[in-house]
């Protein structure tokens, strides 16, 4: 499975980004989502959904961000509102099939 993920860039404080993630082929995915890794910091879960519709969302992240799926697409976007500056990340696609799966990171910048 390749993940290639788009829509990161610099945005102020406040300000809003939808990233998008699509996988390769047509195999049915049970979770995606994304993680982020802020400078000096490990890789933390940011949101998770399931084919079926679970979805898990880090306390710092909910209510500002909404993470959905295209089954049929096999794509998870995540779109991130009322962002912060401690939002800035290098942000990864995940996905797991049998195993985990990760896209090459978009850059998520969050100017105060």
């Known amino acids: 499975v390749q993940l290639q993920a788009s829509g990161g860039g610099l945005v102020q404080a406040g300000g809003s980004l939808r990233l998008s993630c699509a996988a390769s082929?047509?195999?049915?995915?049970?979770?995606m989502g994304w993680y982020r890794q802020a400078p000096g910091k490990e890789r933390e879960l940011v949101a998770t959904?399931?084919?079926?519709?679970?979805?898990k969302y880090s306390d710092s992240v909910k209510g500002r961000f909404t993470i959905s799926r295209d089954n049929a697409k096999n794509t998870v976007y995540l779109e991130m509102n009322s962002l912060k500056p401690e939002d800035t990340a290098i942000y990864y696609c995940?996905?797991?099939?049998?195993?985990?799966?990760w896209g090459q990171g978009t850059l998520v910048t969050v100017s105060s």
């Open positions: 959904a399931t084919r079926g519709g679970n979805i």
């Open positions: 995940y996905a797991f099939v049998y195993s985990a799966y």
């Open positions: 082929g047509s195999i049915s995915i049970n979770v």
